[in-house]
């Protein structure tokens, strides 16, 4: 197993991964147009987000991650949010994701950034699970929104 960049050839497995874990988080399905839209900007702009693709002994893609950044101005440097995170139900509890957020943070640490974050549905108990397994633990913020409408 490991883990590479993701390519502009990646986008369809993309799409359908992060429609699994949309459902299996949250139990909502996503306009597949839309999330193709979105990744695909992604990967012809890594400003937008970054992507990378986990695969198995035969180059077959069975996970994904991705990340976007956010600008501190009081630490005068990036702070990387996890945005997605998907292993296949078939190799989950192999400490799969653990490798895949490696890769992760030793990008992130290549490129100077602060901190990985991320935020997880508070009903999605198995992925908190495996979030502080692999060393998460709950921040001192709490995350609020204000919607457009």
């Excluded at 653990?98 to 991320?118: D, P, Q, T, Y």
Aim: hydrophobic share 40%; aromatic share 12%; proline share 1%.
């Amino acid at each position: 197993m490991k883990v590479r960049d993701a390519e502009f050839g990646d986008l369809d497995i993309l799409v359908h991964f992060t429609t699994q874990e949309a459902f299996e988080a949250e139990g909502i399905k996503k306009n597949t147009d839309m999330l193709r839209e979105g990744i695909r900007a992604a990967l012809e702009n890594d400003k937008i987000a970054r992507y990378w693709i986990l695969v198995d002994e035969t180059n077959n893609p069975i996970g994904s991650g991705s990340i976007i950044r956010e600008w501190s101005d009081w630490n005068a440097g990036w702070y990387w949010w996890i945005q997605s995170m998907y292993v296949s139900q078939k190799y989950r509890g192999q400490g799969l994701m653990n490798l895949l957020l490696s890769s992760i943070r030793s990008s992130m640490e290549l490129e100077g950034a602060l901190e990985l974050r991320l935020y997880v549905h508070n009903e999605n108990k198995g992925a908190i699970k495996a979030y502080q397994k692999a060393g998460f633990s709950k921040s001192k913020y709490e995350i609020m929104i204000l919607n457009r409408d």
